[in-house]
């Protein structure tokens, strides 16, 4: 029950969040469905905190926004502490695909990397058309599971153990095998 109210609270500061970031720039719905490619539609429910947003649509907002998933979130979050016990890292789950992501080391003043935990289910796939930050650099680290990543169109299979380093410019494809999830770690620097 808690967890649901922690969940529904984020979901209501990511909304006040996307909206404060739209009037910010003074984009009406219209507009901000034009430049991001989300329906007006959608853009206005999750704005009223009325659906939760999928792996894809962050993706699309952050590139339209010109930041970095993590930091979308992030700034939604309220001040990041030093020290961040498991308990108070922000988890965030894609409702369409069960995608999991744990803020581990959420971005912060002063410090420009960040860790992201991430768990994708068996038989699963989310596609970004773009970075959100051209040239960002990731570090992916394959913890348990098989992980098929596609990065500008070049596909790596990962396996335990493994890590792919990379600049980000272009679409990224993840995809887990149907009898396999994957559970990673992803360096942003």
């Not at 209501?12 to 404060?20: E, F, M, Q, V, Y």
């Not at 894609?94 to 420009?112: A, H, I, K, M, T």
């Amino acid at each position: 029950m808690e967890n649901d109210s922690i969940e529904a609270d984020l979901d209501s500061r990511i909304a006040a969040h996307l909206k404060g970031l739209r009037i910010a720039r003074g984009w009406s719905l219209d507009e901000l469905a034009n430049r991001s490619g989300i329906s007006r539609a959608t853009l206005s429910r999750l704005e009223n905190a009325e659906t939760s947003a999928t792996a894809s649509t962050l993706g699309k907002l952050a590139a339209t926004y010109g930041i970095t998933i993590s930091r979308l979130l992030h700034l939604a979050e309220r001040q990041v502490d030093v020290f961040l016990p498991r308990s108070r890292q922000p988890v965030w789950q894609d409702p369409s695909s069960g995608f999991e992501r744990r803020l581990v080391s959420p971005p912060s003043d002063g410090l420009s990397g960040e860790v992201v935990e991430a768990r994708l289910p068996a038989g699963r796939r989310i596609a970004y058309d773009g970075p959100a930050k051209q040239g960002h650099e990731h570090h992916l680290v394959l913890i348990e599971g098989r992980l098929h990543l596609t990065v500008e169109g070049i596909r790596h299979d990962l396996g335990p153990g493994d890590c792919l380093r990379y600049r980000l410019y272009g679409p990224t494809v993840f995809e887990t095998p149907p009898e396999s999830g994957a559970r990673y770690f992803l360096f942003l620097v």
